[in-house]
Nanobody, 115 residues
């Protein structure tokens, strides 16, 4: 299983960005996906998850601003980020948690929000 994330870059505060994560392999629809981020000087933290059934969960910092979604036909999970703040600056990672408990991380994509 390989995960390839993209969509990061430099964004002005108040702007938007959409991250994408394409997952290779089979059984995309029956595995949970998540986005995490790692900011300088901080621990990696959960941003949002989506279960195999399509239920979503968000960190408090992401609620109302970020939306996680997926396109099963494209084996892709997205993170739409609106109203970005400088504190959203981080490297963002996608993660697949498979039905058997194994999990896989993608390489991160960096998002920098300028004030």
């Amino acid at each position: 299983v390989q995960l390839q994330a993209c969509g990061g870059g430099l964004v002005q505060a108040g702007g938007s960005a959409r991250l994408s994560c394409v997952v290779s392999g089979r059984d995309f629809s029956i595995n949970a996906m998540g986005w995490y981020r790692h900011a300088p000087g901080k621990q990696r933290e959960l941003v949002a998850t989506i279960t195999s059934g399509g239920s979503t969960n968000y960190a408090d910092s992401a609620k109302g601003r970020f939306t996680i979604s997926r396109d099963i036909a494209k084996n892709t999970v997205y993170l739409q980020m609106n109203s970005l703040k400088p504190e959203d600056t981080a490297v963002y990672y996608c993660k697949q948690t498979r039905y058997n408990g194994m999990y896989y991380w993608g390489r991160g994509t960096e998002v920098t929000v300028s004030s």
